[in-house]
């Protein structure tokens, strides 16, 4: 079984489609807020949590002062209190993979973009993973995804780590998709993940392993290429 890539794959992939989401909601069309506070825009009567100044969020990530009006004119829209909950995660995601149940992949991407660990995904939250995912460089791309497969953040992967992303993937794909899928298929693919990027064989993959041997992936270099240009 050769090693194609699939799980780093899969990750861009389904980000893409958050994109798409984001553009379906209106994040990406123009618009114009005046001022230089983004708080501005709140309603004091229904908001629970207040974002940051432009200024601040320019200097965090990599958007411009115009992109992060657009991004939070659409954020608000959709999100009037100021955060996102993992309920709200599962629902686009069962939008796009109705065939499957994507319950737990999204379980999994939502505590990714929730880095304060406390239940919600705020406007900070989201332009911080967004920035990462569209503007940053290969490694900063590929820190990312490690820390999404890292599922209790102690800097490394495990073999049931792995087992659980892989069968997240294989459930939100549906049998639609792996029509002939085998019992023992995400386990296979777990182990081909392992056979690449455990270099040391000491049972885990580390971050420099990771991103090492995916540096050294045509397959996963060329789905970097993905988010090029969104916005």
Not at 19 to 25: G, H, M, S, T, W
Not at 37 to 45: A, G, R, V
Not at 176 to 190: G, K, L
Request: proline share 3%; hydrophobic share 35%; with cysteine.
């Amino acid at each position: 079984m050769e090693f194609d890539g699939l799980e780093m794959i899969a990750v861009l992939v389904v980000l893409a489609l958050f994109v798409k989401v984001l553009e379906q909601f209106g994040l990406f069309e123009p618009v114009v807020i005046e001022g230089d506070s983004i708080e501005d825009e709140f309603e004091p009567s229904t908001v629970c949590h207040r974002p940051e100044g432009l200024e601040q969020l320019q200097g965090q990530t990599k958007f411009t002062k115009k992109e992060l009006q657009v991004l939070y004119r659409g954020f608000k829209t959709e999100c009037p209190s100021g955060v996102v909950n993992e309920e709200t995660f599962k629902q686009i995601y069962s939008q796009f993979f109705p065939q499957g149940d994507s319950s737990m992949y999204a379980h999994f991407l939502f505590n990714a973009f929730d880095t304060d660990h406390n239940g919600s995904v705020s406007f900070e939250n989201f332009v911080t993973g967004l920035s990462v995912i569209l503007r940053g460089t290969i490694d900063d791309k590929l820190s990312w995804a490690f820390n999404l497969y890292d599922l209790n953040k102690d800097g490394c992967i495990t073999r049931e780590e792995m087992l659980d992303i892989m069968k997240s993937i294989y459930d939100m794909m549906g049998k639609y998709t792996y029509p002939t899928v085998r019992e023992e298929s995400p386990q296979e693919h777990v182990e081909t993940f392992f056979q690449k990027m455990d270099k040391n064989r000491d049972g885990v993959v580390t971050i420099e392993e990771f991103i090492e041997t995916c540096q050294k992936d045509e397959n996963i270099m060329k789905s970097m290429q993905l988010f090029e240009n969104v916005i």
